[in-house]
Nanobody, 122 residues
Framework: VQLQASGGGLVQAGGSLRLSCAAS????????MGWFRQAPGKEREFVAA????????YYPDSVQGRFFISRNNTNYMVYLQMNSLKPEDTAVYYC????????????????WGQGTLVTVSS
């Protein structure tokens, strides 16, 4: 599975952005999908995940209620809607695909996109 993330940019605090992740191949429909982010000098951290059929989503407390993950298995896309953005959300955001297991764990993901930079100004 090849993944390509897009949609990052510069936004003011309180604003919104929608990230997209385009996947190649029908195998996409069998993978759980996740979004992670990595700020300078910090470890990559879990942001959101969605089950292969879109039935279940997961979020850490830091983004719960502000970020929303969705997927479209017809056109092989995953989205991350980010609202009420804060300066601490500034990071490179990555989409990733997992065959299953612990969706919050970086090591559980098999394929990664190249990342898209989100910068939130105060």
């Amino acid at each position: 599975v090849q993944l390509q993330a897009s949609g990052g940019g510069l936004v003011q605090a309180g604003g919104s952005l929608r990230l997209s992740c385009a996947a190649s191949g029908r195998a996409f429909t069998t993978y759980d999908m996740g979004w992670f982010r990595q700020a300078p000098g910090k470890e990559r951290e879990f942001v959101a995940a969605i089950s292969w059929n879109g039935g279940t989503s997961y979020y850490p407390d830091s983004v719960q209620g502000r970020f929303f993950i969705s997927r479209n298995n017809t056109n092989y896309m995953v989205y991350l809607q980010m609202n009420s953005l804060k300066p601490e959300d500034t990071a490179v955001y990555y989409c990733a695909a997992s065959r299953g297991g612990l969706v919050r764990s970086v090591s559980n993901y098999d394929y990664w996109g190249q990342g898209t930079l989100v910068t939130v100004s105060s």
